[in-house]
């Protein structure tokens, strides 16, 4: 007996198969699936290639998935698409046991375990939601022309602002001015609108790597109290994750440091006990690590 999950949202989509203890038997991660950016019939065919590479992976057949759940970007939020999104998931899935609803269930579910709570959510969009009972109320998620302030796209909306203001003047031309140009391979200012328009057009979060040499800040020199812990102290309900927490020993910029940040916040406020947050691996005291750092600094 099996069960499949569906995360789809505006930049991937992961499909993950777990057995009947909640173990992970597969899993796979495509593009995205948001129809804006694909279409319902390219919508479709994800959905279909998903499937596919998650039976062919777990080498099973797909009447053995007892049920599905697609949480798929944009499900709920335009009346007159939903429609268009489940006639593309029924089409895949229609001869087993499935449920379509909006990313943003996944994203609440996972965050809280079926519990009441709180979870704001930065990728692609943004969006704040809270769960007491049946009763869910948001702020945000409105979609990237109106706000998702703190999204992927809101930042490379913000950038693009910035550039077009250097071009005219308004601002003093400085490093972003200079990234724009050579990253984008821009040939003069005003390539920026052919750029929009024909290259990325509404993937402006393709913008981003401009400002990644900021991204450095996580590594200057600061104190312990610069940054806040997971779970400050004496919460009972809040708790915040990502690279801008501070988690003792542990390297920021890496996925493990998201991974763990998450799981201290919600071992914590959850009281998990039956589960171990894996350890920091202390690969500054492992001496082959040492010496090939050493030798990599002299080239």
């Known amino acids: 007996m099996y069960f499949l999950g569906v995360d ?3 930049t991937k989509t992961t499909f993950t198969l777990i057995n009947k203890n909640g173990e992970i038997v597969y899993s796979t991660t495509k593009g995205t699936c948001h129809f804006n950016q694909i279409g319902f019939e ?28 697609l949480g ?16 593309a998931a029924k089409k895949v899935f229609d001869e087993l046991s499935y449920t379509v609803d909006s990313d ?6 996972g965050a809280l375990s079926g519990r009441d709570g709180i979870n704001i959510i930065a990728g692609t969009g943004s969006i704040g939601l809270s769960i007491n009972g049946d009763k869910i109320n ?34 003093k031309k ?11 391979k821009l040939e003069d200012e005003n390539k920026i609108i052919t750029f929009l328009n024909d290259e990325i057009k509404n993937d402006i979060v393709n913008v ?19 940054r806040p812990k997971v779970v400050p102290d004496g919460s009972t309900n809040f708790a915040m994750i990502s690279q801008f927490v501070e988690i003792p020993e542990d390297m920021v910029f890496t996925e493990e440091y998201s991974v763990r940040a998450a799981r201290i916040a ?34």
């Open 266 to 299: 919600v071992y914590t406020l959850f009281d998990v006990k039956n589960k171990k947050i894996c350890p920091v691996t202390q690969y500054k005291k492992d001496r082959k690590i040492l010496i090939k750092a050493f030798k990599k600094s002299l080239t």
């Open 208 to 226: 981003i790597p401009c400002m990644m040499p900021y991204i450095d800040s996580q590594f200057q020199p600061r104190k312990m109290s610069d």
């Open 174 to 184: 400085g490093a972003l001015y200079d990234m724009f140009m050579t990253e984008l």
């Open 104 to 109: 943003i269930r996944v994203a609440i579910a």
């Open 72 to 87: 798929l970007a944009g499900y709920g939020k335009v009346e007159e698409a939903k429609p268009k999104i489940g006639n």
């Open 42 to 69: 390219n919508l479709e065919v994800l959905l279909r290639e998903g499937l596919s590479e998650i039976v062919y992976g777990a080498n099973i057949k797909k009447e053995e998935i007892k049920h599905s759940f």
């Open 8 to 10: 789809g949202g505006g």
């Open 138 to 171: 948001r702020c945000g998620g409105w979609g990237a022309s109106i706000g998702d302030e703190g999204s992927a796209f809101w930042i490379g909306k913000k950038a693009i602002q910035a550039f077009s203001k250097e071009c005219d003047g308004r601002f």
